[in-house]
């Protein structure tokens, strides 16, 4: 059974970023999501690279290819809780930097909304 449980972060407006994102990729894409995200519930901040990559404080990303195409999904923990903040198709080898943005103000947006309940 799957230790920690994944949330698709809300935005103020009631959208859902992230699942639009994966609702648009094809089946295949969604499979190969999917299965990523069932080994991040099970093993957390344990879930090693190819599958998952820190990339600042409480930030990390996961990783999955289909079709020749980079997909990343950044998310953050809340306790036993992962919040997925922000996904992309990566089509260069650096991270952009307005993409690393977007996850961070959006996990900050979490987190203070958070806070105010």
């Known amino acids: ?49 190819p599958h998952a990559k820190h990339l600042a404080e409480n930030l990390y990303e996961l990783r999955l290819e289909s079709h020749g195409v980079q997909i990343r999904v950044f998310y953050c923990f809340d306790g036993k809780r992962i919040i997925l903040v922000h996904a992309m198709k990566k089509k260069t080898q650096q991270l952009p930097v307005r993409e690393l943005a977007v996850a961070i103000e959006r996990k900050r947006a979490y987190f203070a909304s958070t806070r105010d309940h």
């Open 1 to 49: 059974m799957a230790e920690y449980t994944t949330y698709y972060l809300q935005t103020e407006r009631g959208q859902s970023p992230v699942e639009e994102f994966i609702d648009e990729l094809d089946q295949a894409a969604q499979r190969k999501f999917f299965f990523k995200r069932s080994l991040l519930e099970e093993f957390g901040p344990r879930l090693p690279q």
